[in-house]
């Protein structure tokens, strides 16, 4: 348990699989995120529940639970390089009523500190559309630089929109 004031991380269980199949399955929560809003079946979503849990590879997924251990999203460090000592950010706060509490902000400063200082880890990187006011609002609060963007990148609800490329230093 990777533990803060707000929140604490832990690692996916298989009966967690009900919530996130209805975190994917809400278009506000998963539209900008890099699979995209597909809704998917608790079928479907067991059968790669598998991968998701593994926290032995290069992907490092938690679930971030509140004070009184309610489930309130997921945080993870994706593609992790060993050599170069990098990874890349996700995160998601599942459900309206949970947003805007700072939970995404103080899970991200956790997962930071321990990509840091038990991964060895020096760089986080991370792919945001433009438009998503939230999530540019909170990198830039956490201190992510704008280092690129791709032009017309993600067709979303029948737009194509701007994919920024950010980095920071940890
Ligand atoms: C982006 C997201 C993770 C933010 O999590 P959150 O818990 O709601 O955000 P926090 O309450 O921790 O706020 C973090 C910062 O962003 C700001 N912020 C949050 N929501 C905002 C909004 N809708 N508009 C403007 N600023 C916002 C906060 O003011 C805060 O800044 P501060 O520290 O300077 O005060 C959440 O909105 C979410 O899950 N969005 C859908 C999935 C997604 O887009 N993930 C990111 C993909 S790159």
Not at 90 to 109: A, M
Not at 136 to 149: C, D, F, N, P, R
Request: aromatic share 12%; charged share 30%; proline share 2%.
């Amino acid at each position: 348990m990777i533990k803060g004031e707000k929140v604490y991380l832990r690692p996916i269980l298989k009966k967690d699989v009900t919530f996130l199949n209805e975190w994917k399955n809400d278009e506000e929560t998963y539209r900008y995120l890099g699979g995209g809003f597909m809704p998917t079946s608790l079928d479907h979503h067991e059968k790669w529940l598998d991968s998701l849990i593994d926290t032995s590879g290069n992907n490092k997924r938690f679930i971030i639970c509140d004070k009184n251990s309610a489930p309130v999203g997921m945080v993870g460090l994706y593609d992790i390089n060993w050599i170069h000592r990098t990874c890349e950010i996700g995160i998601y706060i599942g459900g309206e009523n949970v947003k805007g509490k700072g939970y995404g902000k103080e899970s991200c400063q956790l997962i930071e500190q321990f990509a840091k200082e038990y991964l060895n880890l020096r760089k986080i990187k991370l792919n945001v559309v433009s438009e998503n006011e939230s999530a540019i609002h909170l990198w830039a609060a956490l201190g992510y630089e704008k280092v690129g963007e791709y032009r017309d990148e993600r067709f979303i609800k029948g737009k194509y929109k701007n994919l920024v490329l950010m980095e920071k230093f940890i």
